[in-house]
């Protein structure tokens, strides 16, 4: 991938994660990249096409939290830190989930899903000494992940709050084993 590339992928990831979908224009990338609006339309042709490297941006990036996931011993510390560590990555994932009504985000978002959860699980259930059966644990799941994007905000993805997110969730899901 050319450096131009890299760079209107990087920056149009963040922007489209903190500042949304109806913010995604060419003229306020151009103004965030520093490299002028031809270079975009000359390495992506259109909007739509940006959009979709950018999903596809989306599920490597998934891809490499699920392995530092398969790492962590606990949620807190260590998975905690990846979190805020990869917070652009979460962000657009909440945007993915504001706009799964357009079907290509739908469809990243569920293999995006499909990427982090086996190893988001399996950490959550070990460190919430919690014995669920598949199903069970699968609806847990779903309904955490919902509960948990609809609560990040870029400021509030640090250390502090996601401890007392997680502690929160630990004393919620105590009464099910």
Same mark, same amino acid.
């Given at each position: 991938m050319n450096?131009?590339?890299e760079k209107w992928i990087?920056?149009?990831?963040?922007f489209?994660?903190?500042?949304?979908?109806?913010?995604l224009k060419v003229q306020s990338l151009s103004k965030v990249v520093g490299i002028s609006k031809s270079s975009f339309y000359h390495?992506?042709?259109?909007?739509?096409?940006f959009i979709e490297s950018l999903l596809k941006f989306h599920l490597e990036r998934s891809e490499l939290i699920a392995k530092l996931e398969l790492e962590c011993k606990n949620i807190d510390p260590e998975l905690i830190h990846i979190l805020i560590e990869y917070k652009i990555d979460l962000l657009f994932n909440r945007q993915l989930r504001f706009h799964r009504y357009r079907k290509n985000f739908e469809k990243t978002l569920d293999k995006s899903n499909k990427i982090i959860?086996?190893? *988001?699980?399996?950490?959550?259930?070990?460190?919430l000494n919690l014995d669920l059966n598949e199903n069970q644990t699968?609806?847990? *799941?779903?309904?955490?992940?919902?509960n948990f994007f609809s609560k990040i905000i870029f400021e509030n993805l640090n250390y502090e709050w996601l401890?007392?997110?997680f502690a929160e969730l630990k004393n919620t899901t105590s009464h099910l084993s």
């Open positions: 450096e131009s590339r990087a920056k149009g990831y963040e489209f994660a903190i500042k949304g979908l109806s913010e390495l992506f042709v259109d909007l739509d096409h959860q086996v190893p *988001f699980i399996s950490i959550w259930m070990k460190d699968s609806g847990m *799941f779903d309904l955490a992940i919902e401890s007392n997110y």
